[in-house]
């Protein structure tokens, strides 16, 4: 499978909400990363205040299904970008 096909896939499963809270959480932290930015950051660019972003990635809550969709839809744009992070924040 060549490149780009992988990242549609990838892109595809990404805008697919996951079951566990655990795996949202990981996701929500990795975008902040690659996107070098902090909750407050991440919560305006997909419309909820910055305590609903510590909500999720501490695994107490779901975000809402219109929240996810605008959350996809950033990480598949940062995903197109490959961004390289050091490896100590993996």
Same mark, same amino acid.
């Given at each position: 499978m060549n490149a780009a096909k992988?990242? @549609?896939c990838e892109m595809q499963s990404a805008s697919m909400k996951? *079951? *566990?809270?655990?795996? @949202? =959480?990981r996701r929500f932290k990795a %975008? $902040? $990363? $690659?996107?070098?930015l902090n909750q407050r950051g991440l919560a305006e660019l997909i419309g909820i205040c910055r305590q609903a972003v =510590?909500?999720?990635e501490n695994k107490r809550t779901f975000p809402h299904y219109a929240t996810w969709d605008r959350f996809s839809? %950033?990480?598949a744009k940062h995903m197109l970008r490959r961004i390289r992070l050091p490896v100590h924040w993996e």
């Amino acid at each position: 499978m060549n490149a780009a096909k992988s990242i @549609v896939c990838e892109m595809q499963s990404a805008s697919m909400k996951p *079951d *566990d809270k655990t795996e @949202v =959480s990981r996701r929500f932290k990795a %975008l $902040r $990363r $690659r996107a070098f930015l902090n909750q407050r950051g991440l919560a305006e660019l997909i419309g909820i205040c910055r305590q609903a972003v =510590s909500e999720i990635e501490n695994k107490r809550t779901f975000p809402h299904y219109a929240t996810w969709d605008r959350f996809s839809a %950033l990480e598949a744009k940062h995903m197109l970008r490959r961004i390289r992070l050091p490896v100590h924040w993996e």
